[in-house]
């Protein structure tokens, strides 16, 4: 994703499903995921302004309006690109791939739900966006790897779907709760805000059909020393299932274990 590809350690460990990434050399922007609003009215802080809530014109497979409009607003005084990127991720059987919102897409939702849309931001705000969701599969991926070493091959050259997807925003998941609150006891070592953005994905196993969920929950961290914004993502499969519940503990298991070789033992340098 060109500037936005650099990355940095993340303060929980990467085998609990988290991972750091910074925004290279781009503007600093607000840590908010940059589309609309549930509300039209001002909202909270920590809420991501994409418009998750079901409306008739809303696509069911990704929470988004079906017909995104390419059409400059009147107040805008610059031109902004129409062009929408293709990712990296399947969405079906077909081959195809999601495709990122444009700039322009972006900035007329933004205006639509009424929120402050300096257009000069924009093309930085859509970069970071679609950075963040390719880190995020590249760890679902990992996941998956790690749920059966024996299916790697699958997962590379079947490649797994994102069948479908929905944003949560101000919607806690239980794992955010407890940092959250670990955060309250030992502020100086857990992040005392709460997750900007949450979105659940399902992804589709193309061998077997099966259907599985993942919650991504999506941090601000300390900016880089340039200045640059810089996000942490917590990825992992939801309790909902017991392949889900096993790899979620044999991560937890392996991170503890590498942690404990990793102490130099007693009376030793």
């Known amino acids: 994703m060109g500037q936005t590809s650099s990355q940095s350690s993340p303060t929980p460990s990467n085998q609990s ?14 840590a908010q995921c940059p589309i609309d609003p549930q509300s039209s009215s001002s909202p909270p802080a920590a809420q991501c302004p994409v418009s998750h809530s079901p409306a008739p014109s809303i696509n069911p497979l990704n929470q988004m309006p079906s017909d995104l409009s390419e059409v400059p607003q009147p107040s805008q005084s610059s031109s902004l690109p129409t062009t929408r990127t293709t990712s990296s991720i399947p969405r079906d059987h077909s081959g195809k791939t999601w495709e990122y919102p444009s700039p322009q897409q ?40 790690r749920m059966d070493p024996r299916r790697a091959y699958a997962v590379i050259n079947d490649k797994i779907q994102l069948a479908r997807f929905k944003g949560r925003p101000g919607e806690l998941s239980p794992k955010a709760r407890i940092f959250m609150f670990a955060g309250w006891l030992l502020p100086s070592r857990f992040n005392t805000e709460p997750p900007f953005d949450r979105h ?3 992804v589709r196993r193309p061998r077997t059909n099966e259907e599985v ?24 499969p939801a309790l909902d299932s017991f392949s889900s519940i096993k790899s979620r503990v044999s991560a937890a298991t392996e991170e503890a274990w590498t942690q404990f070789k990793a102490r130099p033992a007693n009376g030793k340098n």
């Open 106 to 145: 972006f900035h007329n939702a933004l205006v639509r739900k009424g929120w402050e849309t300096p257009e000069e931001h924009v093309e930085t705000m859509v970069e970071i966006h679609n950075f963040l969701n390719e880190a995020a599969w590249n760890e679902v991926l990992r996941w998956e790897r």
């Open 213 to 236: 969920r993942y919650v991504i929950d999506y941090y601000s961290a300390p900016p880089e020393p340039d200045g640059s914004p810089a996000f942490s993502l917590d990825v992992r």
């Open 17 to 30: 499903g988290f991972i750091a990434a910074s925004a290279g050399s781009v503007d600093p922007t607000p």
């Open 200 to 202: 659940d994905w399902i």
